[in-house]
């Protein structure tokens, strides 16, 4: 089983990823065809040397200065995609509980300002400390406190992030080098500038969320149950397509019903399930 909500998420790192892809390409071939006009005209102005361009007079710079100005524009981007990734994961915990409330009109609203997914593990009763590696779960602070580093513009990790890098940081490195299948190429949570990137980092980051998020999606939808996904995808079917059941009839009713359930949460039902669930 999987959750729709994982399914966008990841969809939308696979999104910047291609997106930093695609500008790390372009810039790599614009500087390969440009080499040497840039080296015989490095005190020109962009504007000179690129009338054609429309937007040459938005970026007035000597041609000297170009690669200085690139780096400046990648280091925005990169912490940019970070601060973009872990907001696409609070999106996807804060609705995946929205979920999990649909099935359980006892659990609490979750408030804007309750830290995740620390808060979403104690309302569903969920042991923590059994379920995930310490690791696991010193990442997810990690994660948090890098972004809020980088949202209030501080370099330096201080504070909890700094005891953090401090006490596990080699833990950390050496726990994703063996769960990572190329290992870290970038990221090493010890370093203390925390606003700075290389490229290769950004993608250590997507590919660790991409192994701790699918992790966090089974836990949490094994402890709302099957029966109470099923029951709940049941009521959501009929209520989108129950006008269209007579034309149907039983048979391919109970059968779309069977696809929906794959197609939402990858969920094959059994045929115990599947005589006890039929929709009509």
Not at 101 to 110: Q, S
Not at 152 to 181: C, M, P, V, Y
């Amino acid at each position: 089983m999987r959750s729709p909500e994982l399914k966008e998420f990841y969809k939308q790192l696979s999104e910047l990823n291609n997106h930093f892809s695609h500008y790390i390409f372009v810039w790599e071939q614009f500087h390969i065809d440009n080499k040497e006009t840039i080296e015989k005209n490095k005190t020109e102005l962009t504007t000179s040397i690129y009338t054609k361009n429309r937007n040459a007079h938005q970026f007035r710079v000597k041609l000297e200065n170009l690669e200085n100005a690139n780096n400046e524009t990648n280091s925005f981007i990169l912490r940019s995609l970070y601060v973009l990734a872990y907001s696409q994961f609070e999106i996807y915990i804060r609705e995946l509980y929205e979920f999990c409330r649909k099935t359980n009109d006892k659990l609490p609203n979750l408030k804007v300002k309750e830290r995740v997914p620390d808060k979403i593990f104690e309302h569903l009763e969920i042991n923590s400390t059994n379920e995930f590696e310490p690791q696991e779960l010193q990442t997810f602070d990690y994660l948090r406190l890098r972004r809020n580093r980088i949202v209030h513009s501080g370099d330096k990790s201080t504070g909890d992030l700094a005891e953090l890098k401090r006490q596990k940081g080699n833990s950390l490195n050496n726990f994703w080098d063996d769960i990572l299948k190329k290992g870290l190429v970038g990221l090493d949570f010890k370093s203390e500038n925390v606003t700075y990137f290389e490229k290769k980092e950004i993608f250590d980051v997507i590919n660790i969320y991409r192994k701790l998020i699918k992790k966090t999606d089974q836990v949490i939808l094994q402890k709302i149950g099957r029966n109470k996904i099923i029951e709940n995808q049941k009521t959501e079917f009929i209520k989108t397509n129950k006008s269209s059941f007579k034309g149907w009839g039983e048979k391919r009713t109970n059968k779309k019903f069977i696809n929906y359930c794959r197609l939402k949460f990858d969920l094959i039902l059994k045929i115990d399930e599947y005589e006890n669930i039929k929709v009509i």
